[in-house]
């Protein structure tokens, strides 16, 4: 850390006026994972940069976007270099607990958000969550100062009085920032968006900068102070200006700005209004441990930053005079003065300070930081573990005699032991003319506020010097002769006095450090104030050796003691430029302490909390149960359904899945994985797979309770059932906790053919349907290609056996049965379509021919006559007539016979006469014959003459 080589104070210079630019661009309401910010001012505390695989030292959705594809990647692997940094849990291969550890870090929070408490980070996360906006932060900021700074009941004795002026342009600034986030997809830096206090004796180009006198309402400057330029570029909104005890002068806190001559009021601590917030920074202490802003800005002299920390449980940094411009601040004694944060939190703090750090020609004592005296970001150093290792000391006479105060420090000691520090007292030769230096305020008052108002001051205020103040009557009334003592410093006594006081400084610093070093310290440490009151000249220690401090909460006074609930502060000092060392102690102290209290009276207005925009924060913890499902079931080949997978889930961080189907059957679209959960989902399909990954982003809020898990989208390709199995599911939770599920389960869905084709016209038949006679069936057509066609000739609607061609010669079993055909196209996937003719007439029978021949013409009475039979049908037909013939001779039936399978019979009968005849005289008698057929043929008959003779 860099030795102080000389001191230079304060001159007044040229100065540069820079407009205040304001957008009026929409906000958005939701955004993406944020890519981190997208300038300097990342989050650099360890946690939040371990793991880092993209070497950007943030971790983001980026980092996620390399990790979860390496999951499986072990050691001596290929890439396992690239990713072995976010083996967490080093076990030598990237896992999904990996991932979930390394989504943890990332800044987002979807949960609900409550602005009474919350820190800067926890405002980044919920807007890159989209769950509130700079906007809408600014409102409520806007909104509880309204509510809250003048009120006066039964419960609130007295107001708060912390704000003097709230501002009207930082809406629009909140609205520029919502619209720059959304644009560049993250926060500039870790202040974007957020509303800051500062103490009304910064300059701001878009309010007055009373220093909480009257006499100077009307100084509205051109610019802003550098401190507050660094903000502003930063992104932050300056909400408001705080109220201060009159141009910082002590520690009352009691200011005259904007009110009636010859009146002031007091701020009001908020855990016990009828009791001071401590000055001179009382308004900024009071406001924002009363969450009417997210962080304040003080200026500290003689300790006007650590009081009203103290009183208002707030952690306060003094910066090493040097490391901070005052350029802009109205001064009180550029000696010793110096601007820091004022905030909830050490990370706040860390935070805040990055943003004002610099050298600049306005204020020559910035010129003295050396390279390597500002690091990249105070919030490296914020590790829970920062104490291990270190040593403090303290002295014995700073511990004080108060008994809420030497219990509370007794207890810091112990529990800097408990986090691995060594804390060992000393003594320091040459302390006490260190600690018994007095304030500069008196003797450097008129001298350095003559510079300001040479170089800031409006041209709109008259009381443009002290004398002008003290003859303009607008300041606290008590002041006056304390300005006229101020007042009355000629320039030799100023020269003197800082001849000595710069001197003391000097030997203070060298003392200071030198105590550190022999005694091999880190920091030493003392408590601030006690309860509501200063402790004997511990202030004193910072600002007479110019060295920088942090404060931060050790706790609170118990019933029993002088002031139950009162807030005291550990303060630790260390060498030049240490500011980030001593906020990593500080930081690791209160993450295992946790000491700051929410001042009880200042409670969540109705439009404080914001809801969430993931999980349902209030549902139970399932069983773990998964389930899994298919709609629709029923599918036709080409159609798309949603395979959904849920959980009655319990605490579910992160989960990786796979699903295992029927790539012949079933097809999964790919990109088509969604969830209901928020978070990052990513996908990596196989042949007949498709593996899923999803994480929760940052601290959003774990599911429980019914939850779904994914939905996906698959396509059917071929007909039947398919089967999508869970093959694999582990799980972790929001503690890191990983559960193996494994196969859980399935859901089928029966795919249906497509439609069948349509004849667009039906088959026809053409020929005579008689019996032997054959039809000819012309094919049908379809109205779609490539069909493969097959027939079915029918009878009377019944199907005939075999008959299947394009041609079908009718049988006798057909006769009285109208024929048709039915022709059946089939195509791959297709249901099968049928198209029918239109029916032939019932099928007669085949016509036939009956031919006889006697064996004999001639035949003796009686005796037997024979006749060859032939029954015969078409040629063409290929018929044999089956059945029989019957022989009808004199009117009756003399003879059946059935016809051979060749349709031939011969039939005998006896030649009977009746009538009476000679001998040797013959007759001539008509023989007939007659077909009997069997069924599908025609009869038919023959006649034959027959001679008998006697």
């Known amino acids: 850390m860099s030795t102080r080589k000389h001191l230079t104070w304060w001159a007044v210079g040229a100065t540069t006026v820079t407009a205040l630019a304001i957008g009026t661009t929409a906000a958005p309401t939701r955004a993406e994972a944020p890519t981190g910010t997208t300038g300097a001012g990342g989050y650099l505390a360890p946690y939040y940069t371990a793991g880092d695989v993209t070497g950007d030292d943030e971790i983001t959705k980026a980092d996620l976007d390399v990790l979860v594809p390496a999951v499986g990647t072990g050691e001596g692997d290929s890439g396992w270099a690239d990713v072995s940094p976010a083996d967490y849990d080093d076990d030598g291969e990237i896992t999904l607990a990996d991932v979930a550890a390394l989504s943890a870090r990332i800044l987002y929070d979807d949960g609900s958000f409550e602005l009474v408490e ?201 910066p090493t005079v040097g490391l901070t411009s005052r350029d802009g601040i109205i001064p009180l004694a550029l000696s010793q003065d110096t601007g820091g944060p004022m905030a909830r939190s050490v990370s706040d703090a860390a935070i805040a300070l990055d943003a004002v750090v610099g050298v600049d020609p306005m204020d020559p004592i910035t010129s003295e930081q050396a390279a390597g005296d500002v690091p990249t970001s105070y919030t490296r150093f914020l590790d829970p573990t920062a104490l291990q290792g270190r040593k403090v000391g303290y002295l014995a006479s700073m511990r004080g005699s108060n008994p809420t105060t030497t219990r509370l420090f007794d207890q810091a000691i112990a529990d800097l032991v408990a986090q691995g520090a060594t804390v060992e007292a000393i003594t320091i030769d040459g302390i006490s003319p260190v600690l018994g230096e007095g304030s500069g305020s008196t003797n450097e008052m008129k001298h350095d506020l003559d510079g300001y108002i040479a170089a800031h001051l409006s041209d709109d205020v008259t009381a443009d010097s002290l004398s002008g103040i003290i003859d303009s009557g607008r300041f606290v009334p008590s002041r006056a002769s304390t300005y006229s003592t101020r007042n009355s410093i000629t320039p030799a006594q100023y020269a003197d006095w800082m001849s000595t006081h710069t001197a003391a400084i000097a030997n203070g610093e060298t003392v200071l450090t030198g105590a550190l070093d022999a005694n091999g310290l880190d920091a030493l440490i003392y408590p601030s104030t006690n309860p509501y009151s200063t402790l004997s000249t511990n202030l004193r220690l910072s600002p007479n050796t110019g060295m920088p401090s942090v404060t931060v909460p050790m706790g609170q006074g118990v019933e029993g003691e002088a002031i139950p609930g009162a807030g005291v502060n550990l303060e630790f000092i260390g060498r030049n430029y240490s500011e980030g060392d001593l906020l990593g102690m500080a930081y690791a102290y209160e993450q295992a302490t946790a000491h700051r209290t929410a001042p009880a009276a200042y409670p969540a207005l109705e439009g404080d909390v914001f809801p969430g925009l993931g999980s349902d924060e209030t549902a139970e913890a399932g069983t773990g149960l998964v389930t899994i499902g298919a709609t629709p079931a029923d599918l036709a080949i080409g159609d798309e359904f949603t395979v959904t997978v849920s959980q009655s889930a319990a605490d579910l961080y992160a989960y990786g899945l796979t699903l295992g189907y029927d790539p012949t059957r079933i097809a999964y679209v790919d990109g088509s994985a969604t969830t209901a959960t928020t978070g990052s989902i990513y996908e990596k399909t196989g042949e007949g797979s498709v593996s899923l990954t999803h994480t929760k982003l940052g601290t959003s809020p774990t599911s429980s309770g019914d939850t779904e898990l994914v939905t996906l989208t698959f396509r059917a390709l071929a007909s039947g059932p398919a089967t999508i199995t869970g093959s694999a599911l582990t799980t972790v939770d929001g503690s890191g906790a990983t559960t193996d599920v494994g196969a859980f389960g399935s859901a089928t869905v029966e795919v249906d053919l497509d439609p069948a084709p349509k004849a667009v016209t039906a088959p026809s038949i053409s020929g005579t349907p008689q019996v032997g006679q054959t039809l000819s069936a012309a094919p049908a057509v379809w109205d779609l290609d490539a069909v493969v066609t097959s027939r079915q000739w029918l009878a009377g609607g019944t199907p005939i056996a075999g008959a299947t061609g394009a041609t079908y010669r009718l049988r006798p079993g057909d006769v009285g049965r109208p024929i048709s055909v039915v022709e059946t196209a089939t195509l791959d996937q297709h249901a099968d379509g049928q198209s029918t003719s239109a029916p032939t007439a019932a099928v007669t029978p085949a016509a ?46 003399v003879a059946t016979q059935a016809l051979l399978a060749d349709g031939t019979a011969t039939v005998a009968f006896k030649a009977k006469l009746t009538k009476r005849i000679k001998k040797g005289e013959s007759v001539l008698r008509k023989v007939k014959v007659v077909y009997l057929p069997a069924p599908g043929y025609q009869t038919s008959t023959t006649v034959l003459t027959l001679k008998i003779r006697r």
């Not at 304040?296 to 306060?316: A, E, H, K, M, W």
């Not at 036939?848 to 078409?874: E, F, N, P, Q, Y």
């Open 118 to 318: 919350a820190s800067a980070l926890d405002m980044q996360k919920a807007m890159n969550a989209g769950v509130v906006t700079s906007v809408e932060l600014t409102q409520a900021y806007l909104d509880r100062i309204a509510a809250y700074d003048g009120l006066v009941d039964d419960e609130h004795v007295r107001a708060l009085n912390s704000i003097i002026s709230t501002s009207d342009v930082a809406l629009a600034a909140a609205a520029a920032s919502d619209a720059a986030r959304a644009e560049n997809g993250g926060p500039r830096s870790m202040l974007d968006g957020i509303p800051i206090v500062l103490k009304d004796n910064y300059d701001t180009a878009d309010m007055p900068t009373t220093g909480g006198c009257g006499c100077w309402d009307d100084n509205q400057t051109t610019d802003d102070a550098f401190m507050v330029e660094g903000l502003r570029d930063a992104g932050a909104i300056i909400l408001a200006k705080a109220t201060l005890d009159e141009f910082a002068f002590g520690f009352a806190s009691e200011y005259s700005a904007f009110l009636p001559t010859g009146t002031s009021k007091l701020v009001a601590s908020p855990y016990s209004l009828s009791r001071t917030a401590g000055g001179s920074s009382g308004g900024t202490g009071a406001s924002i441990s009363a969450s009417l802003g997210a962080i304040g800005f003080g200026t500290d002299t003689g300790g006007s930053i650590r009081v009203p920390s103290s009183y208002n449980q707030l952690v306060g940094v003094r």
């Open 848 to 893: 036939t021919t009956t031919t006889a021949k006697l064996k004999k013409k001639t035949v003796a009475k009686g005796g037997k006559a024979r006749i060859a039979v032939t029954v015969s049908a078409d040629p063409a037909t290929g018929l044999v007539p089956a059945g029989s013939v019957q022989v009808v001779y004199g009117g009756e039936v």
